[in-house]
Structure formats: C-alpha cells, structure tokens
C-alpha cells in the first residue's frame, strides 16, 4: 500500500502526444482522485499522427487537434517535448518519479511483406513516405524520385489511398494545404501519372472507408479504374455482402461499381484499383524497376476467405513502391514485446510478462492494440487503459522523487525541452507563414528552425 | 523471501516445447507452470512435467561423480571428485585409443533434453574430432524422415495452428491428448466449426475415443489403407488434376502402381471393411481443407517408411495443400534456422568412421567381442548421456549382458543411477532444465523458444556443454572451438540473420521466452499452394528421384556423417511391404506367439524419463498389457492378474487390463516403467526385436508377436 | 487420479477454469464444478486460473480436501458438461474475499 501524503496528486507520465496519448491524459484527469499528468514528446511539437499522419489535404480531421488543446488547458496537464524517452530519459527514471507511465509511442515500425527486393532504392514504406510528405524533421531528406510515370500503392486501406492521392494530385491542388515546402517542390515535378492501389483481397474484403475512396470519384484529371477480371465476386463474397450488418460493405462496392474498365481519353492520370493480387517480388539491378504480381483466388468460408496464390505472374513497370500494410510497435528495451502482433505485451493495457502485470506500467493506442481504427477509437481505447490504471492506483507505490526531478536533471543537461506553451508559439509563427502562401499553415520542418522560433 | 518467475522452456522429446515458468523462491525451485502468453502451449504443462521440481529436488537425484565399488549392476558407488573422474576416464580412454583405436569407444545418446546445446548433438563434435565410433540415432521419426525426404522433402508441413481451419483431419497412428497435447486445442476448435475427425490406430486411445471416426486398423497395415485410398482417388477420378500436373512428379506411375490395391483387397490386409475404405478415400478428397497428421508409430514396422511415403502422396493427389489447413504434419522442426552443421562439425570425423546403429546396441555390446581379429568394431567403451538404453532399446536382457562385461568401460551422465547407470564404471551428475541455460527447436510448431536458467546447479552437476568442455580439456584439444561458453555456442547455433528471425535479437528471446518464425501466419501459411517442395524436382514425387542412391538416415541423426550408409534399394514407388511377423508370413512363430504387441508412450512418462517418480508411476499405475476380452477370455486371464509376456527375444510380467479397446488379436503395453521401481524386473523392450524397418533404420515395435500367459507363481 | 476441484469452489463456481480447459472435463450443478478424471490429461492450466484457488493436481491434494477426489468422480459422471464459462453464483465475490482472496 502506498505512503502518500495526503492529498498530494498522483503524478503519470504518459510517453508520446498523439491522440492516444492525450485521450489518455483527459481520461486522467477528468478522474475523481487528483491527477497530475506530463506527457513526454520525442518532438518539440505535439500531436503525433495527426501532424505527421493525416494527410494533409485532409484539413477537417486535423481540427481534432481543437480537442487536444483543451485538454492541454487542463489543470494538472503538461507537456515535456523534445525529450525522447529510452534516450534522453531512461524508463526506469521516469518510474522513479512517476506513479505509473503509460507508453502511447504508437507504431513506429512497419510490417514488412516479405519478399525479395523489399529494401531496393525506391521501395519506401508508408511510414516514411507520409512522414515525409507531412514534413517530419526525421524523414524530410529521404530522397524520393518521381521520375517513372507509374508507382505502385501496395496496400488495401486507408493509407493507401492517402498515398495515391497525394501521388495523383496537382500541384494546384495541394498547394493550399499544409503539405511540406520541399515535398511539394518535389510532387510539383513528379512524372507519376499512374498509380496502381494493389492488394490480395477482393473488392469486398478491401478495408476502405466510403468517404476517402468516392475521393477517386472526383480527383481531377484522374479516372480511378479496375480490372473486369479482377473485379468478379465470388459466392463466399457475395454472402458476405448479404450477411453484413455493415452497410459500408455495400457502399464501398456501389462505389467502386461506378469505376471505369477503360481509361477514358480525356483525362492524363489514372488510378488502378488492383484486386486478388499479391506482389510476389520488387525487380531491378539497384533500385526498383518492375513489381511482379501473383494473381490470388480467395477460398475458404465467407469472412474467413484468404487469399491464396494461383501461380499466374504479371508484372508492372514502376519506379516507386509504396508498401502500406500496416505498422507494428518499436520494441522499448526492457519492455515486454509481442513480436507476432507487434505489439507491448498487455492484458486490457496493463503490460504483462509472463502472464504476470507488471505494476505501473501500462499502454494505450497503437502500441497496445495494432494499427487500426480511426482517431476516435483511441479515445475509448485510452479510457479503457485508464480504468485499469485507476484501480491499480491505490497499490502503486510512492515515487522517490519530486515531479521537479526529471525536468532538472533534463535541464542540466542542456537538453532545451519544450512546453505546450512553446508549441502554440511555434503554431503562431506556422500559421503566420502559411497566411501568405495561402495555406492553413507552413509546417517548420527541422529541429533547429522550431527552437530558433522559440528562442527569438 | 527472495521470489521471481523465470521463463524456461521445457525440455521433454515432445513436440510441445512449453514455455514454461518456473517460480522460484529463495533460490529453490517451488513450482512450474505453463507460460499463458505462449499462443501454441497456451500455459498449460501436461502429467508429466506439472512438478518438474520434484525431479529437480528427488532424493534419487545424482549430485557429484560416482565410481562402481561392487559388481555391475550391484548398485555400489562411491562419491569421487570431478577430476579424479575426468581424469579416470581419459586415462582409460587414452590406454583404449593406443591399444585399439579410437573406434573402440561408442557415444550413445539421444533427447533426455531437446535443447539446441544441451540435445541431440551436444557430444558430436567431441566424439567426431575423438575418431570414435558414429552413433546412428535413429531412434525416433528417422524412418519417417527418410521416407519424408524421398517424397515431398524436408519442409514444415502444415502448420499445426492452421488445423483450426481444416474441415477433414486425419490423426494416423498418434495419440496427441497424451503426446502432443497442446495441438489438441486447435484440432477441438476445427471440430466445433464442422470438421469431421477421424482416428487411424489399432488401438482405441484417449484422443480415438473422441474422434467422429475411429477406424481400428491392423498394426502394420497402414500402408495398405494409403495404397488403396489412393486407388480410389484416382480411380473415380477425385483428383486435383491442375495440382498434379504442375507439382507432382510419377502420377502415371503411381496410378499404375496403385492398381494392385484395391479397397476390397486392402479391406482383408487392414481389418477395415471395403466401405469404410472408400468412404474414407471419398470423404477425404472431398472435403477441403483435408490434413493428415503422422504420428510416430507409423514408422515401426517392415514397411513403415513406405506407408510414410504412400501417406504423404495424399495431400497432392488431392491438392490439399492448395490452403492453410491443408496438407500434412510430420516434424515442424524443419523451417529453424538452426546451424546443424556447426552443432556437429562433420569435418572433424577423419578417415572411414564406424557406424553404429543404436537400435542394435545389445548386438553391438555382445557380438564381435571374441570373434573380431582386428578389434575394429569391438566396442570398449560406452559413453551414455541423455538417454536410458536399458529402458528404451529392444532386446534388454542382451543389452544388458553387453553392460556387464568387465572389459567394457562404461560411463553414463544421468540426473538419476537409471536402469542403465547402475551397470556404469563412473556415473556423472547432470543438470536439470532449471539448472542450465538453452534454445530450443520444437518438432510441433513454429515458435524458437529460450529457456533462462532459474538456479545454480545442485550439488556438482553440470551440463552437457560443461561436461564435454571438461572432457575436452582433459583430453587435451586444441580447437578454441571446444572451450566456448554457453552464451557463445547459443549465439552460434542459429543463424540470427535470417528472414525467420528478423525481428528477434537473442537478448529479446531471452526476456520474452519465445518468438514465432517469421512465416505467414498460421491462417494464411500453405507452404505448398503452389508446389515449392524441397525435393531435387521441386515437386511431390510420387516416384522418388532420391531413391536410386539407397536407403539412409539423415545425417542429423548420424553425427553429421553421410557416408556408409545402410544402402539398401528401395523401390521408387510407394508400396505396401507386410508385416515381417505375421501368421502368413510366418506360421511356425505364429503358432507360439499368437499375439501382436505394440508399445506406445504412456500419458505420464516420456520415454523413460520420469518413469522413477513417484507421481508418475502412481498415475501409471503398474507395468500393464490390455487384452481384448477374446484373448483373455480363451487364456483364461482375469483383470488385474500377473501375467508373462513374450517373444522369442525374451520376456517380462505385467498386470492384465481386459478392455475392448483393443482389438482381438493384438495387446498394448506401454513403455517407459523402470526395473527399478516396477515390481517385475523386465520391462516391455524385452520382447522387442532389433530388427530394422524398411527406411531410415526405424524400429519394428509394432511388427513383434508373443504369447501372453498367466504366470505361474508357485 | 488427476485434477480435483476442491471446497473453495463450493458455492462460488467461477468458470475460469473452463475457459482454459482443452478437453471439457469440467461438470457442473448449482454448488459448483467437477472435474471429470477420466478425461482430465493433467495439463494443469486450470489451476493458475481459478480465482479461488479451488483446484489441485490429485498428487499436490491436502489431506483434508482428499475427500473431493471421490466426489468429483462420482458427480463428473451424472452432471452435464460445462462446454463455456458461465457467470459465478450470487456471493461469489463475497465468498472469495471471505477466502481472503
């Protein structure tokens, strides 16, 4: 049982300042017991896929952020940025100061496809490649070259379609969003004018939402298109449509019914709606030249039909390959890992070892439950891991040391931290220089560009 | 009190290698339960291990070097140091090598542990750069992966989670609710969704009791029911015609071939009716996805391999392995990325070895001793880890005449004086799982697992790497090779950079305890949709291209040595070879010994191993033969009575079980019990012949006939 | 003999223990669950998972709870099988703290 002076708050540390790290910090502290809360950011500035992963033309959903800064309002709330734990502050030290830490890191690595010539030059993940079209100070000098007129989207989600349609959009059409200077510089002279979007699954299976691919619909200059022979469902599909509670099921293949067979002759880009094929190998001597395909039949029972390889190869010509198959969690040193979801080991957000919970140690997100769901799944996610911590709560033992401790020794160290305070200066001065350009903001794109923003 | 939980990994010859947690408090060893995070063994233990601490801490247990004071097998000891022993042995060893060579000395091991460094070939590199004799170990699915390896390759075979999708599952001749009893879970989950499970044993087992379908078939007949199977299948045209053409090789063939079985001939061959022949033939071809799971019995008669070879044409006649859920299941240990030859050092073994077959030790201790002018293949020394010959090898009593010759220098490393330790010049004090570090492979399922040491050693056991450190060192080899530490030869033993592995660093297996290869996962994994087998063609060969070179076993199983081997030619098409004792085949042993005897594993013992502790054995209860009512009935045996059992090879006592579990004609006595600690002195090995199966120098276990007679006790 | 459920259960009956059975031993009426010892395999993963720590491998048993061997064999065998958790008796939870569990 713990020690703790009476009515002193319980203090969290929550490691990462995307959605679900701040749902996190709100499910805290709108808590009966006083909570103090600091959330820990690798980067000056705050919000983590919702700057660095909605897309950027994608303006609305980024008004969530309106949320996050209100509960960054919240008494007891603060925000410790540019400060990378397991780096700059070990795990271990923030136990010593914290009652519990939740790690909300989300997934900071790539599932991989597994075939040969996955790392050729020109082969990218999406996690790089949305990173660095959104202007991520780590991912704005990969060097992407858009010079093949056809690039291949392997990937049967919502990523994916972000990606081609930031590959198929113009330059007119992007400029007004908060897209990176440099990326829009580099998509101003890309030669891309056909995207195939590839996956093993059929039409019916794809995980699509219908907002985001009747996008296709109405991209200017661009027919979105599929193949007859890959667009056929078969009787297991079928049922699956029939059985499906899910109305969107219905939708997305209406949708996509609306699709062409023929590119029509008016217009210079196309967008291929690739079904049942699965990319068997990346080719090319020392960087990407070809994607070869195998065409996939789905079997077993409706819902749980796979896909699995007929032995027919095709292949595209391409110069860029964009893999968005989905994420998996960074392992923390001396953090419980499970490597097949690619996940912490948890149990309802309390990590666990060996079946066992580890005290005080808990995750939310992404790095809890895989990369899926949209940004509100994580608020009841968060919630969720909160109950269990909250329970815990009375258990946990006091910490050694003082809130204060972990900010002085950061500080004597001559690591600059930033507060939430500094980030809404660094948002001023982005959305001064996005004014001018029309645009809702120009993101600052390196480390040192955003503390001279502050230090001025 | 000091307390925590390691995660280990248990060390067991079972296909389940449990991640298994071991808490320990002030610093002793006070329980062990299945690890709940590892998704196959899911933490549960089984009868065996639950209080794997009652090995660890048994009064019995062997803590320091030992040397024979009495006669062998008097069971006298007395306490030496290790380097009084070291040095005993390879002075004694020194002496032999100068005076016969070192052919004279024989290793003799197998799995009392399966750990990558501890296991199969944790003495081989010592005993190929020593020159002593090879010890072929084909103690265990050798035959099975010969026949394997001629007909679609060494390859995992259907991923034992993906069976939760099969809709028809065949388990053939295995037992896996007492030997192999993590699958059983999966195998449930396929039923609850409509699959039909049917069981192939002569003998009504645990897991054939819950089948859809138990078909009771002749021991040693099995090959027969694959041959007119396929017979049907092709026959009414059931094929996957597209799978065949593009992935098979020898189907004319093999259609030609199979004419000489038809159901109704096979009907009188296997004791299964010609209609449950060919529904089973029709059912398993029409439902998909159709898996088969081998068990390793089927290799343990004269034609053994072959009914493997004809088993395993199954899955591609019928494209079963188009899907996940599909195929077959052997050995999953294939995929590891585990660096075998760098475990075995093959290039140490200098000149033209002998070769030893363990199967035949009883021969090989008792033969050529007086007769062999040249001494070559006179064996002086045996050198015996891992394993309990006495128990586990055919014809006990020679073997054990072998361990009682004076000249014979015998040295056994063992956690207890087994049946076979008491006839040793020097005993050995080994660790147990908890008390040494390992990696381990598993024959069962895809996860590579580490096994954290929970205490130091008892006492002055030592592992095996220790041990032959300590004799390398005594006998004054160079090789650095020879002087790695555990850590070093952990980190040597897999090839980390593989795709399997990509990952897991070996410091995150340590802490997580497991990892799954990085293979497709278990819904989506069908390694043969589209042929890929690692045979010469590429294909399933109905009609082996590796069949011309002769029969072998595979060099995992040999010290790494590929030469000599047993040589003999094998037919590249699968057929059915009858059992080599049988009332046909020989009428004139037929009529003393009336009855076929088959040997399984017990639920609570794995091989010999914990056939000496006390909750085993009350679990086992004693030493026993099942009898169908008929036969016991015409020998005028009650339930529960001593009865003797034999064969020309020998005999033993055990108590009679009437049960119509089994099928008249035939009983079933388990192995495992000790003479030791079972009230008779022989145990089941004793009537079980050396002779060897048609491939991969399998056992016939299943292929002996005896007598079984109440015994007259005065 | 294998594993006994023993007095703990008596009037809780969580079904803990059914959810990680691999082979439906256990039985069930309204006092609490039995263990079925001829289809029991001894893998033991029931006993971690019982809330009230109600089971014991036969070998591990008490010599006061001996007792239970005997019944759960002879009510195994005339009582349905519990193929899926079911919710515990009313005072269950009470009766677990009462256990000071």
Redesign the interface.
Known sequence: MTDKPINLPFRIAIVGSGPSGFYAAEALLRSEPPIEVDVFEKLPVPYGLVRYGVAPDHHKLKQVTRVFERIAQMEGFRLIGNVCVGEDVTVDALRQCYHAVIFANGAEREK?L?IDGECLDGSFSAREFVAWYNGHPHYRDLDIDFSHETAAVIGQGNVALDVARILLKSEAELSSTDIADYALEALSQSKVKKVHIIGRRGPVQAKFTDKELREFKTLPGCDPLVREEEFVLNAASHKELEDSTDAKLSTNLEIMQGFEFQPSSDHQKQCWFRFLQSPSRLMGENRVEALQLERCAL??EPL?Q??????QLSRIDCGLVIRCIGY?AK?IP?L?????K?VL?NNQGRL?K???SLPGLYAVGWIKRGSSGTIGTNRGDSVDTVKQLLSDLPQLPEPQHSRSHILDSLTRSGLRHTSFGDWQKIDIEEVRQGQSLGKPRQKITTLPEMISVLDS | MKSKTVIGACPQDCPDTCSMLVKVENDRVVSVRGNPEQPFTAGRLCAKVNNYQDRVYSEDRVLHPLRRTGPKGSGKFERISWDQALEEITERWKQLIAEHGASCILPYSYLGTQGIINGLNVGDPFFNRLGATISERSFCDSGSSTAYEMTIGHTAGTDPESFTRSKYIILWACNPLSTNSHHWPFIDKARKSGAKLVVIDPYRSRTARLADWHLAIQPGTDGALALAMINVIINEGLIDRDYIDRYTLGFEELRERVQQYPPAKVAEITGIPCDDIVQLAREYASTSPAVIRIGVALERHAGGGQAVRSISCLPALIGAWRQPGGGLLQLSIWPFPVNWGHLMRPEFIGGSPCVRNVWQLGQTLTESRDNDAGNRTSIKSLFVYNSNPVIMVPEQERVIRGLEREDLFTVVSDHFVTDTAIYADIVLPATTQVEQEDIMFSWGHLYLSYNNRSIDPLGEAVSNTELFRRLAKSMNFEDPYFYRSDEQMILEAVDWDSPLLKHTSLEELKQEGFVRLGLPKPDEYAPHAQGNFPTPSGKCEFRSTIAEQGNFVIPLFRQGYAGQQLGDSVDPLPHYIEPVQSQQATPELFAKYPLKILSPKSHTFISSSFGNLTQQMRQAGEQHVILNPVDAQSRNIQEGEIVTVSSPVGSYQAISRISEDILPGVVVSPVGYWRFSSQFTSTVQAVNPSKFADLGAAPTFSDVLVQVEATNLE | MPHVVTGNCLGCRYTECVSVCPVECFHFDDTMNYIDPDVCIDCGGCIPACPVNAIYDSYNLPEEEMRWEAINQERSKELPVLSAPIDPLPGADEKKRELGL
């Not at chain 1, 796979?306 to 032995?311: F, Q």
């Not at chain 1, 419980?336 to 097949?340: F, L, Q």
């Open positions: 991989d597994g079997v077993g749980h796979i896909p699995v390889p007929t032995g998996r392992r001396g419980p890992y499970d490597t097949d690619g080991r666990t060996a079946g066992e």
